[in-house]
C-alpha cells in the first residue's frame, strides 16, 4: 500500500467541476486565493458529462442557460439550436475551462471520498480515493443537485443477460440498439427525451411507466440568427429581465398576471393554444395560478391530456398516458415527440403503476405475472437528487458528526448554501435554495458570487470561520416548507420532497422564487452574515 501524500494548505477546495465548480474556481482565483477543484471524471462539464443518452439537451434556452459572467464570453459563443443538446454543452464547459486558464486548477480522476473539519487548526481535511489529502480552509461542494444516480433495487437486477445502461452513466462509446428489444423503466425529463431516439433505432421499444409525465412541446431547432442578434445587442439587458423572473429565465414570456378561473373556456383554451404552440416551460405561466391553486391546475392539466388524446392513436395506451398527478408538481418535461412516439408499431408501453416491477430475470422483466423479453434495459430512473451526493460521502462537521446523522431527518441548511456544524463548508445550489425551480447556471452564479463575497469579508475583517446557527437554520426549513404550502408541489410524490427514494425522508427541499431568495441572501450579507456565527 502506498502512503498517502501529505496534506497540501489550500484556501478553497471545490468538489465537482461542472459549471458550479468552473465558476468557483475562476471566482476563487480572481479573489486571490489558493483554490483547486476536484471532479471524479476524467472530464469537467458535470452533468454534461455523464448524461449522454440520446436525445438529453437542455429544457431551458440556450441563450439563457449559460454564463452571464463575461460579456466577452456570451457575445463570442454561438449556440447552434434553441436548446442545445448535450455534445454542445460539453463543448461550451471545456470553452469555458480553456477560455479562463482553469485547466491547471482542476485535478480530474480523483474521487472525494470524505472530509471532516479539525477543530482545532479550523481547517477541513479533505481525503481522496487516490489516497491523497488536503489541508483547505474552506470546502465547496459544487457537486450539483442531481448527480447521485437513483439505481432502484430491483430484485435479480445483476442477473439480467444483457447490458443494463443507466441514463445518468451512459456509456462514452457509442451504444446502437438497431436490431435490438429495449426495455426502459421510467418516464422522466430522461425518459422522455431518450425515448423518442431509441424507438428510432431499436427493432422493439417497451416502456415501463409508473407515474406518467406530462410533457410540453421543446419546438427545438435551429437558433434563430434574429433571435440570437436582438439579445446580443443586450445581453446584459436580457440578463438582468431574467432575474427578475421566479425561475430566473423566461423573460420574455413572462405568465400572464390573469388567473386561470377568471377566463371563460373559449379564451382559456386559445391561452393555452398559444403557449402549446410557442413551446417550452412558458407553458405553466399561461396563467398566474396554475402551480398555486389546484383548480386552475386541473385546467392545465386537462388541457395537456387533450393533447394527448388526440396524439396517441390507441386509446388505452392515451389512457395509461394520461397523468393523474398535478401539472408541474413532478418537474414538466419539455419534449420532441414523445407521446407521437406511442403511435410507432414498435413501441409499447407497461404500466407498472399498480403493480410494481416484480423483478428483472436474465431475458428481462416481470410485473403483475407477465414477463417481458429484451436485449438490452435502460433505467431511465433519476436521480437520489439534492442530498444523495453529499450523503454518499464520510462528510462529518464539528465534534465529528456525520452529515447523515445532521440530515437523518431531512437537509437542514440555511439558505440551501450552508450548515449549522459544518462550518466554512459552502454548497452551491443546494437543498434550501431556489436551484431546482430555476435556469441553475443563474442559481451556479449567484451562489459562487455570494461564497466569493462572503470569504472576501471573512478575510477583510480578520474572521476564519463562518457557521450557520441553529436557529437560522430551523427560521430556513421553516420557511422553505411554507412558500410550499402555498403551491402545488406537496400533493404528488416528487424528487422535490425525496419521495422518489424509498426511505428517504419527506422534507420539500427547494424553495420557489428567485428574486426575493436573492434579496434575502443579498440582505443577510448587508447585515454582517445574519444568522451565522463568525469567529
Ligand atoms: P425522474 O424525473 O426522477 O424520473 C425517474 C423515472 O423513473 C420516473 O418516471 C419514476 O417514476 C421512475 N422510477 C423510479 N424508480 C422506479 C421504480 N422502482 N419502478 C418503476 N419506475 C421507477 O428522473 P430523470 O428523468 O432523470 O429527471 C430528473 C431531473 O433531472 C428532471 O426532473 C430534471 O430536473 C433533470 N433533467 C433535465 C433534463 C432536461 O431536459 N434538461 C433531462 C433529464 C433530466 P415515478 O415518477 O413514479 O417516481
New binding site residues.
Given amino acids: 500500500m502506498t502512503e498517502p501524500k501529505p496534506a497540501r494548505p489550500l484556501d478553497v477546495l471545490i468538489v465537482g467541476a461542472g459549471f458550479a465548480g468552473l465558476y468557483m474556481l475562476h471566482r476563487a482565483r480572481q479573489g486571490g486565493l489558493a483554490a483547486r477543484v476536484v471532479e471524479s471524471a476524467p472530464s469537467v462539464g458535470g452533468t454534461w458529462y455523464h448524461?449522454r443518452y440520446p436525445g438529453?439537451?437542455?429544457?431551458i434556452q440556450s441563450m439563457e442557460y449559460s454564463f452571464s459572467f463575461s460579456p466577452a464570453l456570451q457575445q463570442a459563443w454561438h449556440w447552434s439550436e434553441r436548446y442545445a443538446a448535450q455534445p454542445e454543452l460539453l463543448r461550451y464547459a471545456n470553452h469555458v475551462a480553456d477560455r479562463f486558464g482553469l485547466r491547471d486548477g482542476i485535478q480530474l480522476n480523483t474521487r472525494v471520498s470524505g472530509a471532516a473539519f479539525d477543530e482545532d487548526i479550523e481547517r477541513w481535511i479533505v481525503r481522496a480515493d487516490t489516497g491523497e489529502t488536503w489541508s483547505v480552509r474552506f470546502l465547496v461542494m459544487a457537486t450539483g443537485p442531481?448527480s447521485a444516480p437513483?439505481t432502484?433495487a430491483?430484485d435479480g437486477l445483476d442477473s439480467f443477460a444483457g447490458p443494463v445502461y443507466h441514463?445518468?452513466n451512459w456509456p462514452h462509446e457509442p451504444v446502437d440498439f438497431t436490431g435490438k428489444r429495449v426495455g426502459i423503466?421510467?418516464?422522466?425529463?430522461?425518459?422522455v427525451?431518450a425515448i423518442p431516439l431509441i424507438a428510432q433505432q431499436a427493432r422493439e421499444l417497451t416502456v415501463?411507466?409508473?407515474?406518467a409525465?406530462y410533457a410540453v412541446p421543446a419546438h427545438n431547432g435551429p437558433l434563430d440568427p434574429a433571435f440570437e442578434a436582438r439579445i446580443k445587442a443586450d445581453y446584459a439587458g436580457f440578463r438582468a429581465r431574467n432575474l427578475r423572473m421566479s425561475g430566473g429565465f423566461g423573460s420574455e414570456l413572462p405568465p400572464n398576471p390573469v388567473s386561470a378561473l377568471a377566463v371563460g373556456p373559449t379564451e382559456r383554451e386559445a391561452a393555452f393554444e398559444e403557449r402549446w404552440r410557442i413551446g417550452g416551460f412558458g407553458f405553466l405561466g399561461t396563467f398566474h395560478d396554475i402551480l398555486l391553486d389546484e383548480r386552475a391546475n386541473a385546467l392545465a392539466a386537462e388541457f395537456v391530456r387533450g393533447k394527448i388524446r388526440s396524439t396517441v392513436r390507441d386509446p388505452e395506451t392515451a389512457r395509461l398516458l394520461s397523468p393523474k398527478q398535478t401539472i408541474g408538481c413532478?418537474?414538466l418535461?419539455?419534449d420532441t415527440g414523445y407521446y407521437e412516439t406511442y403511435n410507432r408499431p414498435n413501441v409499447r408501453l407497461v404500466d407498472?403503476?399498480e403493480h410494481?416491477?416484480d423483478a428483472i430475470t436474465p431475458t428481462g422483466l416481470e410485473t403483475h405475472g407477465r414477463a417481458y423479453a429484451f436485449d438490452a434495459l435502460v433505467l431511465?430512473?433519476?436521480?437520489d437528487?439534492m442530498t444523495g451526493t453529499l450523503m454518499r460521502l464520510d462528510l462529518r462537521g464539528r465534534g465529528g458528526l456525520p452529515i447523515q446523522q445532521k440530515w437523518r431527518a431531512g437537509p437542514l441548511n440555511y439558505l440551501g448554501l450552508a450548515i449549522a456544524g459544518f462550518p466554512n463548508l459552502f454548497n452551491v445550489a443546494g437543498p434550501g435554495s431556489t436551484s431546482?425551480f430555476t435556469n441553475v447556471i443563474v442559481s451556479i452564479e449567484h451562489h459562487v458570487n455570494w461564497i466569493a463575497d462572503c470569504i472576501a469579508y471573512l478575510d477583510a475583517h480578520g474572521r476564519s470561520t463562518i457557521e450557520a446557527t441553529e436557529p437560522a437554520e430551523s427560521a430556513w426549513v421553516a420557511h422553505v416548507n411554507a412558500v410550499a404550502q402555498r403551491t402545488v408541489f406537496l400533493t404528488c410524490?416528487s424528487?422535490y420532497l425525496g419521495a422518489?427514494i424509498p426511505g428517504k425522508p419527506r422534507m420539500f427541499m427547494p424553495l420557489l422564487g428567485f428574486p426575493p431568495y436573492a434579496d434575502k441572501c443579498a440582505d443577510v450579507a448587508n447585515k454582517g452574515y445574519e444568522g451565522f456565527a463568525l469567529a
Fill in positions: 448524461n438529453a439537451r437542455v429544457d442531481l437513483n432502484p430491483f441514463t445518468a423503466v421510467g418516464t422522466g425529463s430522461s425518459a427525451q415501463f411507466q409508473r407515474t409525465a413532478k418537474r418535461c419539455v407498472v403503476g410494481p416491477i431511465a430512473t433519476g436521480f437528487a431546482a410524490n424528487w422518489n
